[in-house]
């Protein structure tokens, strides 16, 4: 990731929209309030994988913390430098590609914002957690198995948390993209929220071996994804 600028490259943004001094100046801020939010995102991101779920739980919640403080300190500049704007330069500056280019955005045009989303938390998604397999690989007893009863509720809850926040068309402006990755955010968060109690209630149930047997399947299932 080379900046958390909302779209292109500063130079492609300049070239782009041609802003005015007073644009320039707003531009300035916003590229310097985005490479201060993609620094301090990096560093926020682990260098290692946790093995154990409840690992894997607090390093999510420390990455989501990070992307939503990069959000925070990105959007008000954006927003301003956004409105400053005539209609003809906001088309312009929603056109650009992530290299710089303008060029018309589809589907299939990742964004920075998109990367941005995604750095620390790509297939981390806690909803997605093999839960149909647990039951076959850590051999529950029937007390445990009552607690992954919950863990399997919970995880469907969170499941459906994060499909809510799901948009139903892409956003075509920058600030729309900033603000729907923001509710993805939010909802990843109320989805950890929702699946920790029955994560550590199931996990703490467990023997050693067990775990060890819960840890390899989690480990598998990422790879896999």
Partial sequence: MTSASPSGTAAGMRAAVEPSPHQRALLDV?????????????????????????????????QLAA???????????????????????????????????????????????????RACSQGSDPSAWPTARIDDVVQPTDSQRAALS????????AAGIVRSACPTGSALTPTGRLAAMAQRIGALQDALETLRPALSKFYASLNDEQKSRFNRTLLSARREG
Wanted: with cysteine; proline share 5%; glycine share 4%.
């Fill in 30 to 62: 916003l590229i310097h309030t985005s490479d201060k939010a993609a620094q301090d995102l990096r560093a926020a991101c682990p260098g290692t994988v946790p093995v154990t779920p409840i690992g894997r739980l607090e390093a999510l919640e420390q």
């Fill in 67 to 117: 992307l939503r403080n990069a959000v925070s300190t990105v959007q008000p500049a954006l927003e301003k430098f956004y409105a400053s704007l005539s209609d003809d330069q906001k088309e312009r500056f929603s056109e650009l590609a992530p290299n710089g280019t303008t060029t018309r955005r589809n589907a299939r045009t990742e964004t920075q914002s998109d990367r941005l989303a």
């Fill in 150 to 157: 919950e863990l399997r509720a919970a995880t469907e809850k």
